[in-house]
Nanobody, 123 residues
Framework: QVQLVESGGGAVQAGGSLRLSCAASGRTFSSYAMGWFRRAPGKEREFVAAINWSGGSTYYADSVKGRFTISRDNAKNTVYLQMNSLKPEDTAVYYC????????????????WGKGTLVTVSS
């Protein structure tokens, strides 16, 4: 069982930056691929970024490529999402996710979800 708790959301102006964190419980954190999804108001949840168990492979949605960076610290059981050059269309609830394989995570087949943290970007 893995429990995920996000933090770091908030309000920021367009062009600004935020760093989201996701703290995971459980001793098997390092064996999971981790990722971030988001749900904007009135829209379905969508994939944002993913990282494999070692941190050696990362994947991004085209909409955030070059602006967002996912990373992880297995010693701290934490995954991060550094978000730069934020745009109003990045406004959403951001969810941390875990899956046993990164391919499943990329496909939205998630084993564990966090409860989400709200990011609001104003123009």
């Amino acid at each position: 069982q893995v429990q995920l708790v996000e933090s770091g959301g908030g309000a920021v102006q367009a062009g600004g930056s935020l760093r989201l964190s996701c703290a995971a419980s459980g001793r098997t954190f390092s064996s999971y691929a981790m990722g971030w999804f988001r749900r904007a108001p009135g829209k379905e949840r969508e994939f944002v970024a993913a990282i494999n168990w070692s941190g050696g492979s990362t994947y991004y949605a085209d909409s955030v490529k070059g602006r967002f960076t996912i990373s992880r610290d297995n010693a701290k059981n934490t995954v991060y999402l550094q978000m730069n050059s934020l745009k109003p269309e990045d406004t959403a609830v951001y969810y941390c996710a875990a899956a046993d394989l990164i391919q499943r995570l990329n496909a939205g087949r998630v084993d564990y979800w966090g409860k989400g943290t709200l990011v609001t970007v104003s123009s």
